[in-house]
């Protein structure tokens, strides 16, 4: 009798954590009688017909790993190319795809309109701005690169009276600058869903001059002023997202060391933040997701998602990760934790 069969990708930015997931699940699977394969490149892997068998051997000790075993794509999209992703999925002879992404990997699946691909998911976003979910993996370990950052260049800040600028990822979502400030101790954190006072700012930073040799700032990339708008950096033409944004920081060292006269710096963390092996709490969700994944594939519970709701992973509909990004509120008890310790924010 075969064996009844999976398949497994990887999709979107990669995250701390997928390698975890890919492990967990397929391990449990497998104990479970399952073959289990694993499509490279995301969604392109299901176009150009590429995927590898995960068996025990090849998934033992990745977790340990940033990145994907799979590898991923943001870039193939199947908008308009239904029909050949419903040809190419049937060749693979699995009963339903674990897909573990971001929105723009979900939204995928509803382009395929009435040509229902059984599917599992598994929210991913170092961001931490999905919806449907309170924590995405990926998202500890980003922030903990964050505040090692705040932690290392506080020392040079100190030395040489200087303010040191951090430019976080966060486009719209201002989660990893404000959990890895915070972590951090920053003495400013600035994110996207406050624009802030320029005036406020400046006042606050001249206060803490009279009593502090340094100050690190943790900014997110699409942080504003009152009044302006997000900086974009330059333009990916046919992306999604077109509008890249960066370059904050720069602009506000620059602008900050004219008003005040004390020497400014800043610091683009950009992909390392992506690139750091997984911290125990994101080896433990990603363990425990992959374990629930697979019940959830014995179940049958195709159209579903694992998330991580109240304390413990559960389950819930796929479509509720399709929802609008979850954004930081104005008042979120972390923003009142910032306020507390005197952090302008």
């Given at each position: 009798m075969a064996k009844r069969r999976v398949g497994i990708l990887t999709g979107g930015g990669d995250a701390p954590g997928l390698n975890g997931i890919i492990e967990a699940s397929s391990r449990a699977l497998i104990q479970a009688g399952y073959e289990v394969i694993g499509i490279m490149d995301g969604y392109e892997g299901i176009f150009n017909n590429r995927y590898r068998d995960l068996t025990a051997d090849v998934v033992h000790g990745v977790h340990i790993d940033a990145g994907t075993l799979l590898g991923t794509s943001n870039k193939t999209w199947i908008a308009g190319r239904a029909d050949e992703f419903n040809a190419n999925y049937k060749k693979l002879n699995v009963?339903?795809?674990?897909?573990?992404?971001?929105?723009?990997?979900?939204?995928?699946?509803?382009?395929?309109g009435d040509k229902i691909v059984p599917a599992i998911g598994v929210p991913k976003t170092i961001d931490n701005d999905l919806a449907g979910t309170e924590v995405t993996f990926g998202y500890d370990t980003a922030c903990s690169v964050i505040a090692?950052?705040?932690?290392?260049?506080?020392?040079?800040?100190?030395a040489h009276r200087?303010?040191?600028?951090?430019e976080?990822?966060?486009r719209t979502a201002g989660w990893l600058a404000l959990g890895g400030g915070l972590a951090g101790y920053a003495d400013v954190i600035l994110i996207p869903e406050r624009p802030f006072s320029k005036e406020a700012l400046l006042k606050?930073?001249?206060e803490k001059q009279k009593t502090s040799r340094g100050l690190v700032m943790v900014v997110a990339e699409g942080a504003f002023a009152k009044g302006e708008s997000p900086h974009v950096a330059f333009?990916?033409?046919?992306?999604?997202?077109?509008e890249r944004y960066g370059g904050v920081a720069e602009m506000l060292a620059r602008w900050i060391e004219a008003e005040t006269g004390w020497e400014s710096r800043h610091v683009v963390?950009?992909?390392l933040q992506r690139s750091k092996a997984p911290t125990t709490t994101d080896r433990f969700l990603t363990l425990t997701m992959g374990v629930e994944v697979a019940k959830m594939v014995q179940d049958h519970a195709w159209g579903q998602a694992v998330v991580y709701r109240d304390g413990?992973?559960?389950r819930a509909q796929l479509t509720e990760l399709m929802q609008p990004a979850r954004l930081v509120d104005k008042d979120h008890r972390w923003v009142q934790l910032a306020q507390a310790l005197g952090i302008f924010i």
């Open positions: 009963e339903g795809l674990i897909v573990a992404g971001g929105d723009g990997t979900f939204a995928g699946l509803s382009e395929l090692e950052a705040a932690d290392a260049l506080r020392t040079t800040a100190n200087r303010i040191m600028i951090i976080a990822m966060g606050s930073i001249k333009k990916v033409k046919g992306s999604p997202q077109e963390l950009g992909h413990r992973v559960q």
